[in-house]
């Protein structure tokens, strides 16, 4: 404790520590933006101020004597700015330990009454029309929160194991993928496109061919992993797919592991490890802001999410899979059938109905997966593994990758794709080829997954999604 001649000069804390760490009688100084106000029949006003740090606002009271109470202090408004220095006194209202007793609130940015984050609840859908307001609200302020340490322990976890951080490019010619589902990154005037031989000229692009934005930094990544051993990406990754679902975005997040000698066991071990990281740090460091997802958001989720961590994950192969969907008799909207995609409905039926807790689905058949996979001895699966979860599904999707040359060459052959487009990536299978598997994690769906949200729109700050990109 400081002794009272330092009271002028009292320091700048977050609330979180005001709340949590402050010692009763120091002085301190806090800086955020009005939740609430009310005046007290006393002569004086409690205002509860947020400044992102945590969920819980600091009650400040500020009492009628002080200079600008009239003018200032009693009109404050939801959403101002302001800067209160004052003393931490042990609280006597329910709900928190201590307050901060004001001696002085100076008023920095004053919202006027138009400010639309009122005291009356707002839906979701209505707060994406105000990305820039809505992270002042208790839930996306608990999202961000959430999301930030889940980005924390996503570098913690991977450097721990000896993975090296990789950055791998944004704008790309090779279409990972192959699902042909990529934004184009061009410079060409659209309106007068130059032409050869009745085709677009793309020598005269930017970059002398056609350039898109990445759907994954996995082929580079296999670069990295056949070079460092293991490394992994973070990075925005990019779908131009008509997807106007609850767990799609065009933009978004993903991590992606790639380790060489690693063949498809160690590669799911590896992400039931990482996953089970993530839900150990969120709970363990999150726990007020999981508490509001809890209650407020979805009842049950961090029983839900215990559980996954005390439990080793269940794993079925897609044919399992299908033969116990078939069995299942539920009415699915798309049909059942062994070679076919499974949708979201058959996801969920796995992994809340019948499983109840994440799966790690495998050997998948080799015509609904990329050409990169490795194929499997029966030649018609490949060793492709996601990792399903109740409520949101597909987080995980991955493989072995192909490290023998000539079955790859063949693999390209019979999906069309063109040798001298991958030459570096046939060259990794020429120089050393080794096993080598990775996977990819989309961090929004985690983000959805760890908090309840409903919608994968409101676990990323700024959604872009068909038809829309605003902010
Ligand atoms: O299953 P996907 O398409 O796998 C890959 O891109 C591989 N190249 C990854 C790898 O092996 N390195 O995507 C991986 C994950 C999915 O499991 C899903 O969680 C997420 O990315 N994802 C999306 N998330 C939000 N919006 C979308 N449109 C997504 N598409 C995939
Ligand atoms: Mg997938």
Known sequence: MEDSACSNASKWVSVSFARDSASIGESIQIRG?????????????????????????????????????????????????????????????????????????????????DFPLQKKRHSFEKLREWAHLRPRTNAF??????????????????????????????????DCEGAGQMFRVTTLPLDNLPTKNGKVDHEKDFFGKPA??????????????????????FGPTFRAENSNTSRHLSEFWMIEPEAAFFELPDNMLLAERFIKRLLTDVLGDCSEDMQFFEERV??????????????????????????????????????????????AEHERYLTEKHICGPLILYNYPKSIKPFYMRCNDDGRTVAAMDVLVPHVGEIVGGS?????????????????????????????????????????????????????MTNIRDCIPFPRTPGSAEF
């Open 400 to 452: 072995q990758r192909e490290e023998r040359l000539p079955v790859l060459l063949e693999r390209m052959r019979e999906m069309n794709l063109d040798e001298k487009e991958y030459w570096w990536y046939i060259e990794l299978r020429k120089y050393g080829s080794v096993p080598h598997s990775g996977f990819g994690l989309g961090f929004e769906r985690v983000v959805q997954w760890v908090t309840g």
């Open 298 to 343: 979805q009842p049950g989720i961090l029983d839900a999410l215990r559980m996954v961590m005390n439990k080793p994950f269940e794993h079925m192969t897609y044919t399992e899979a299908v033969d116990i969907l078939t069995a299942s008799g539920e009415k699915f909207e798309f049909p059942v059938n062994w070679g076919a995609d499974l949708q």
């Open 33 to 113: 933006w009005v939740r609430t106000r009310r005046d007290s029949k006393g002569g004086f006003s409690f205002i509860e101020v947020n400044d992102g740090s945590c969920l819980g606002n600091l009650q400040v009271i500020a009492d009628a004597s002080l200079p600008n109470y009239s003018s200032e202090i009693s009109s404050l408004s939801v959403g101002s700015s302001i800067v209160v220095s004052g003393v931490v006194k042990a609280s006597e209202g329910q709900g928190q330990s201590r307050e901060l007793a004001a001696a002085s609130v100076e008023l920095v940015g004053l919202a006027p009454n």
């Open 141 to 174: 302020g608990a999202v961000t929160r959430v999301r930030n340490r889940l980005s924390f322990s996503v570098h913690q976890f991977f450097q721990e194991e000896g993975f090296n951080y990789v950055n791998t490019p944004i704008i790309t010619a090779s």
């Open 212 to 233: 898109f934005l990445t759907v994954s930094g996995q082929l580079e990544a296999e670069i990295y992993a056949t070079s460092m051993g293991k490394c992994y990406t």
